[in-house]
């Protein structure tokens, strides 16, 4: 790897910790304000909304000018969003606006990697963004708990800095502001990516045409035999990761008797075992091995169903880093799988913003029925099971589809042959 590909990792790494501290700032927030339970998903529902509705858009954006540039405008409109919490806007809607800056970001984020590395380095070079991002969210859920707390609010008010003049007089407040100078430090490592030289044909600018070549786009993708597989697998993923998160939250207050500060970290031991299966699946598996690592999402569904009937901490963790090592095992190759059949059937820019619509549809729609059930008053451990079932069905039906694939096509060759 190059030096531009460590500069990308560093910047990826300030602003996703940015991403996640802010987000379990704002759900508390919302308990300060007394808003119904169903609210806190909807504060992530806010975040992946721009995904879609700007999907057509932001991969022409990206493929308009150097990517460090993308990213550093992407991160200004993220402090932005800081900037509304911090003066009083509701949590969801200044929430929203970092989702607006995520999703321009993210196209130029995955799109420089095929531009600057070889299709060899791709599976790689997930497993070390994918595993710096979920340290990240380690980092950045241990690291929200922690802003919320009592202890840290008299230790940040307490500094005696010139920020006391500037109207930090609240525990939220001085999160805010720490969370919006890890995306100045993001900010600062976007200006030194390197322009990898590539450039792209001009993108119609017309907004009609633009939303016509994006569904030609979501069409190609999704008729490519291995295109179709990995986009179905990560949307899947992705939708699933999300409200796991919420889960999480809420079972280790149900079922451990934790309280909200303590509770972030069991997401962040989650994401330990992301991490670990993420670098594992790296090490392990080369890009015309992706398909083979179907099976753990199944497993991975199965073994969610386990947590209702685990009642302490120490069963607990094992439990979570087994669920996110399953889950960092078979998303990175499917990551790569997936850039590398969008990168040979359009270009970079494109291809991640169609990866976008349908992983932040499937957040926004497992999200949605996660709140639906949330007040509707549903028993935890009976969501809990639903979703695990869903999550290892809908992976059976995946790898069900592979296989009538590969009794076409040869996974191999197409690989190989950039074909379809």
Partial sequence: ????????????????????????????????????????????????????????????????????????????????????????????????????????????????LTELLPA????????????????????????GGWLVSQRA????????????????????????????????????????????????????LNPSRLLGDFGRCVRVLWHDKLGQVSLAVTTLFWGAGATLQFIVLKWAEKSLNMPYDRATRLVGIVAIGMAAGAVMSARMIRLKDTLKVLPFGIAMGLIVMVMPWVQSVSLAYPLLILIGALSGFFVVPMNALLQHRGHVLMSAGSSIAVQNFNENISILAMLAMYALMLSLNLDLDVIIVLFGLFVAGIMVLITLRHAANQRQFDSVALIGEGGH
């Fill in 1 to 112: 790897m190059n030096r531009g590909f460590y500069t990308i990792m560093a910047a990826q790494f300030f602003s996703s910790l940015a991403d996640t501290a802010l987000l379990f700032v704002a759900i508390d927030l919302l308990t300060r304000l007394n808003s119904p339970a169903y609210m806190s998903p909807m504060l992530k529902q806010s975040f992946v909304l721009f995904y879609i509705v700007l999907a057509a858009f932001v991969g022409a954006f990206s493929d308009s000018m150097p990517k460090g540039r993308v990213m550093f405008i992407a991160n200004l409109i993220k402090i932005s969003g800081c900037a509304m919490l911090f003066f009083g806007v509701y949590p969801v809607l200044a929430y929203a606006v970092v989702g607006f800056g995520a999703a321009v970001y993210s196209p130029a984020k995955y799109g420089i």
């Fill in 120 to 143: 060899e380095k791709l599976v790689p070079a997930n497993g070390w963004i994918e595993g710096l991002t979920v340290l990240s969210i380690i980092l950045g859920t241990v690291m």
């Fill in 153 to 204: 609010a008299e230790m940040l008010l307490g500094l005696d800095l010139p920020l006391q003049h500037m109207g930090i007089d609240t525990a939220p407040e001085a999160a805010i502001c720490v969370t919006a100078c890890l995306y100045v430090a993001a900010g600062l490592f976007n200006l030194f990516i390197p322009d990898t030289g590539a450039r792209y044909m001009r993108h119609e």
